[in-house]
């Protein structure tokens, strides 16, 4: 059986968001806005990098429709879209877990 169209777009699409992960300041964007919505100066202050790096990587995360933007006054403040998002950090840890514990095995 080989893979459809169809099949090949939703991978496509999952793929796409998997890779707007694939960054540590994005995972650190994602976890800070499972808190609570911040604007971008916030988060710059915590990340450490200039502004326009915090953008970019806050604009990643939006084409992949995992934060969205709100315009509050003259502030921009984000917040994360799908909280579901987080089990994929649970089932991450999960596997960095299972693979030390194979590992801690082997040395045994």
């Known amino acids: 059986m080989s893979m459809t169209a169809r099949q090949l777009a939703r991978y496509e699409a999952r793929a796409r968001v998997v890779k707007a992960l694939a960054h540590p300041t994005r995972l650190f964007l994602v976890d800070q806005l499972s808190r609570s919505d911040h604007c971008v ?6 990340v450490g990098v200039d502004m326009s790096t915090v953008s970019r990587h806050l604009s990643v995360l939006k084409a992949a429709g995992i934060v969205q933007d709100l315009k509050r006054g003259s502030k921009v403040i984000y917040r994360l879209r799908v909280p579901c998002i987080l089990t994929f950090f649970e089932c991450a840890s999960e596997v960095l877990e299972t693979v030390a514990e194979e590992q801690r095995k082997c040395i045994r």
Request: aromatic content about 0%; cysteine-free; overall charge neutral.
């Open 41 to 46: 100066a916030e988060l710059t202050r915590m």
